[in-house]
């Protein structure tokens, strides 16, 4: 059974911040397209960050630009979030999610993912 397992999250005062991390077990994801997402109280899930399979090249959402960084690590299994400088406004569950082994792109549209995490909370404080 395909899982991503999301850990990580908690509780932060604003300017802080909060190393997430997603592991893959049952099968390899070292070739897939990964990202991170986010779903706030009340609002739609969208797009934080996503980076390609050979960890060169990333793409970041406008709002979280300068302040967050993806990274992989193949030996690991494992996808990243570094989230530096939050805001009361990164407030979130945050998933992991995998692109279909055929799909290269570093896809911005949350429906181009079809394997997900649960998810972690990430609350920060102002």
């Known amino acids: 059974q395909v899982q991503l397992v999301e850990s990580g999250g908690g509780l932060v005062q604003a300017g802080g911040s909060l190393r997430l991390s997603c592991a893959a077990s049952?099968?390899?994801?070292?070739?897939?397209?990964m990202a991170w997402l986010r779903q706030a109280p009340g609002k739609e899930r969208e797009f934080v960050a996503a980076?390609?399979?050979?960890?060169?090249?990333?793409d970041y959402a406008d709002s979280v630009k300068g302040r967050f960084t993806i990274s992989r690590d193949y030996a690991k299994n494992t996808v990243y979030l570094q989230m530096n400088s939050l805001k009361a406004e990164d407030t979130a569950v945050y998933y992991c999610?995998?692109?279909?082994?055929?799909?290269?792109?570093?896809?911005?549209?949350?429906?181009?993912?079809?394997?997900w995490g649960q998810g972690t909370q990430v609350t920060v404080s102002s």
């Open positions: 999610a995998a692109r279909p082994l055929d799909r290269y792109s570093l896809a911005t549209d949350i429906f181009e993912y079809d394997y």
């Open positions: 049952g099968r390899t994801f070292i070739r897939n397209v």
């Open positions: 980076i390609n399979r050979s960890g060169g090249s990333t």
